[in-house]
């Protein structure tokens, strides 16, 4: 059987995130059976994303990629540069306020779009063609971070996929309009709705629209398309929580761990709605009763590049610093796709593995947004239950539609985080004891997670895939 040709295309900018990650998880089953090919073209969006200053508009050299990931940019074919960066953002104003803008300026900010999108779809026909992509998989591209992007994929799919005669482009969502209510100074950086500057996906024989929520997918059916766009769970990576190794030990000592510690996780990226500063607090809280039990303190580690939102970054920093915990907090910057050694023989560590010592050391995961309508699913909780681990979490309204009443969790308040800290503290001493009854919670909190986050969707969708391209007399496979 012919292998299919994937491709993705992100529009985070950034080397990693939680939408890529899902990707990845869903990418690495297909190629363990064979049903596609190996290297996966890639384009991160560092050319379109001139607000993630640190990574427009070729990425940073220090960042590390999946050993099947073949990255690529419109930096190479481009005049990328200042003025066209801010050509970007100012588009994505723009369309932010369309319902307030003149007939004239919307008339001009079509031009600006579509003068850009003609670059970028010439790059991306190209693209497709130089790799034979089978399936073009578009992260989060309908969002309106880069309107003429969108547009160039929605043109340059129809050319070339309408040429091929099969495959497709798949949009893959976890934030849309209404539901990714971020602000910038008081204003919304994207449109409540939809409006003419903003393509969405439609129906026709090249396009496919999944999402990764029943919120999200209701959202969709108020959008100008009669393209439906299919539920498919989010897949989460397998935990091996038994195979702490060499790797993990060297990773302890080279940020002098102690085994006598804990490690805390906070798996998100360093931007503002995540409410870092919440888990820093909490965590602050945590230690000070550890200490007051003179007990060995716990560590904690926070994923995300200090490069995408680099005041952030320092505010966090400060707070640090302010609360004496500087032996105590780790900044990661950047935990990548695929666990490496650099050339300074220094390990840097993806999700996976983190999780696995998270779990040997009885540890936790802290999951605080400071915003309610931000986060679509929100992960943290799902890999907390999967590692066997106690989480923190704060309100948000996906929280409470998708994990609902049943997951055992810790709730905190912003307001006061010494009581989440205390509880926080008897959990991880239960659970390092081995006590029956958080055993129990924890348990159910995985079986909870398998059911919400079931692999068969994904292995359904991708043999349908393949199924397309191939004939449809395939025998369904087994995946073991």
């Known amino acids: 059987m012919d292998k299919m040709k994937w491709a993705v295309i992100s529009g985070d900018g950034l080397p990693t995130s939680g939408l890529l990650t899902i990707f990845r998880n869903a990418a690495e089953i297909a190629i363990k059976h064979n049903m596609i090919m190996n290297e996966i073209p890639t384009d991160l969006g560092f050319s379109?994303?001139?607000?993630?200053?640190?990574?427009?508009?070729?990425?940073?050299?220090?960042?590390?990629?999946?050993?099947?990931?073949?990255?690529?940019?419109?930096?190479?074919y481009s005049m990328c540069n200042e003025d066209f960066g801010s050509d970007l953002i100012n588009i994505r104003k723009k369309v932010a306020k369309y319902e307030h803008l003149t007939e004239a300026e919307i008339i001009d900010v079509q031009?600006?779009?579509?003068?850009?999108?003609?670059?970028?779809?010439?790059?991306?026909i190209n693209w497709l063609e130089d790799n034979s992509v089978d399936w073009v998989f578009c992260l989060n591209m309908t969002l309106s971070d880069a309107v003429p992007v969108n547009l160039a994929i929605h043109n340059a799919a129809k050319n070339y996929f309408e040429k091929k005669g099969h495959g497709g482009v798949i949009f893959w969502e976890h934030d849309i309009f209404g539901s990714y209510a971020i602000y910038e100074n008081t204003k919304r950086l994207y449109?409540?709705?939809?409006?003419?500057l903003t393509p969405?996906?439609?129906?026709?024989?090249?396009?496919?629209?999944?999402v990764a929520s029943e919120a999200l997918e209701n959202e969709c059916r108020n959008y100008p398309t009669e393209l439906t766009a299919d539920i498919i769970p989010n897949i989460l990576p397998s935990i091996d929580k038994y195979s702490f190794n060499k790797t993990h030990s060297e990773f302890l000592n080279q940020h002098n761990i102690t085994k006598g510690s804990s490690v805390i996780i906070v798996p998100v990226r360093v931007f503002r709605v995540k409410g870092i500063e919440i888990s820093i607090n909490l965590f602050g809280?945590?230690?000070?009763?550890?200490?007051?039990?003179?007990?060995?303190?716990?560590?904690l580690l926070i994923f995300g590049s200090i490069n995408e939102d680099p005041e952030y970054a320092n505010f966090l920093k400060e707070q640090v610093d302010v609360l004496h915990l500087n032996d105590d907090i780790i900044f990661l910057d950047e935990v990548p796709l695929q666990t490496y050694k650099n050339k300074n023989n220094k390990w840097f560590l993806d999700?996976?593995?983190?999780?696995?010592?998270?779990?040997?050391?009885?540890?936790?995961?802290?999951?605080?947004?400071?915003?309610?309508?931000?986060?679509?699913?929100?992960?943290?909780?799902?890999?907390?239950?999967?590692?066997?681990?106690?989480?923190?979490v704060t309100e948000y309204t996906a929280f409470t539609e998708f994990y609902g009443s049943e997951y055992h969790h810790i709730k905190v308040n912003p307001a006061s985080p010494e009581d989440a800290a205390q509880q926080l503290f008897e959990w991880m001493r239960m659970h390092a004891a081995g006590d029956a009854a958080i055993k129990m919670r924890l348990d159910k909190n995985k079986i909870l997670i398998q059911?919400?986050?079931?692999?068969?969707?994904?292995?359904?969708?991708?043999?349908?895939?393949?199924?397309?391209l191939y004939g449809f007399n395939l025998k369904p496979l087994v995946f073991k």
């Open 285 to 299: 809280a945590l230690i000070e009763i550890y200490k007051s039990k003179n007990l060995c303190s716990p560590k």
């Open 48 to 76: 379109w994303r001139p607000d993630k200053v640190n990574f427009f508009p070729h990425g940073n050299a220090e960042s590390h990629y999946p050993t099947w990931m073949k990255l690529s940019s419109f930096y190479q």
């Open 351 to 392: 999700e996976i593995d983190l999780l696995i010592i998270c779990h040997v050391l009885s540890g936790a995961v802290l999951f605080t947004p400071n915003v309610e309508n931000v986060e679509s699913v929100g992960l943290g909780p799902a890999l907390a239950a999967i590692a066997g681990v106690p989480c923190a």
């Open 451 to 468: 059911s919400k986050f079931p692999k068969g969707p994904w292995l359904e969708f991708i043999y349908k895939l393949q199924r397309e």
């Open 111 to 124: 031009k600006k779009i579509n003068l850009i999108s003609e670059y970028y779809k010439d790059y991306f």
């Open 200 to 210: 969405i996906p439609q129906n026709n024989s090249h396009t496919k629209w999944i």
């Open 191 to 196: 449109p409540q709705n939809p409006n003419i």
